[in-house]
């Protein structure tokens, strides 16, 4: 069974620029988070998608934006980009809408800003 | 605001060596807490889930426990080898609506052969 994939694995963009990052959960998993990952914030929980519809966001600006297809697929939309957003960004698949549900993690996408 | 602190930050053990990771959160009202493992420039690999009414889980020589009342969990490492040498989180999901994990910044652990 294939894990979370999610592409591309790197990118380099320069100020201003935007991008989208895309998320294949697990087939069957339903539910899709996004987190930001930087040396000195750590994790950071960006939001969660369920049946195309974001059921939770964390405190990001609004240039942070994603969204959900009908297959579960998800993708993530930076515009504007700053340095700070320089980052790793890992999206995570469950099975079900029940919160009790186990989380597995892709590889991340590593974005640097220019 | 749920907050989760990981002590000790790094750990430098001898293989062999039986050890423990800490895990503190501040809000009891949680669904479950989840631990992690991160290679340098990795995702995150699920090692235990541990649901809010449960006390324990195991896996192999990882063990790990949750006192929800406290507000603390322990990873439990038995006969510690290099190639358990990452970076462990811990992450808990808070009782609001949806899937949410708060994580701690983790505990470096290297193993030395």
């Known amino acids: 069974k294939a894990g979370v994939t999610q592409t591309p694995r790197y990118l380099i963009k320069t100020r201003g620029q935007q991008v989208t990052l895309s998320c294949s959960p697990i087939?069957?998993?339903?539910?899709v988070s996004w987190y930001q990952q930087t040396p000195g914030q750590g994790l950071q929980f960006l939001f969660e998608y369920f049946s195309e519809t974001q059921r939770n966001k964390g405190n990001f600006p609004g240039r942070f934006s994603g969204r959900q297809f009908s297959n579960s697929r998800s993708e993530m939309n930076v515009s504007t980009l700053e340095l700070g957003d320089s980052a790793l960004y890992l999206c995570?698949?469950?099975?079900?809408?029940?919160?009790?549900?186990?989380?597995?993690f892709g590889p991340g996408t590593r974005l640097t800003v220019l | 605001k749920q907050e989760v602190t990981q002590i000790p930050a790094a750990l430098s053990v001898p293989e062999g060596e039986n050890l423990v990771l800490n895990c503190s959160f501040t809000d009891s009202a949680i669904y479950n807490l989840q631990w992690f493992r991160q290679d340098p420039g990795k995702g995150l690999t699920s090692l235990l889930l541990i649901q809010s009414s449960q006390r324990e889980q195991t896996s192999g020589r990882l063990n790990a426990s949750l006192d929800k009342s406290s507000g603390r969990s322990t990873l439990y490492i038995a006969a510690s080898q290099p190639g358990d040498s990452a970076t462990y989180l811990c992450?808990?999901?808070?009782?609001?609506?949806?899937?949410?994990?708060?994580f701690g910044a983790g505990t470096i652990l290297r193993v030395k052969s």
């Open positions: 995570a698949s469950s099975k079900e809408q029940s919160s009790y549900n186990e989380q597995f």
């Open positions: 992450a808990v999901t808070p009782m609001e609506y949806g899937n949410k994990l708060v």
């Open positions: 087939s069957g998993h339903r539910s």
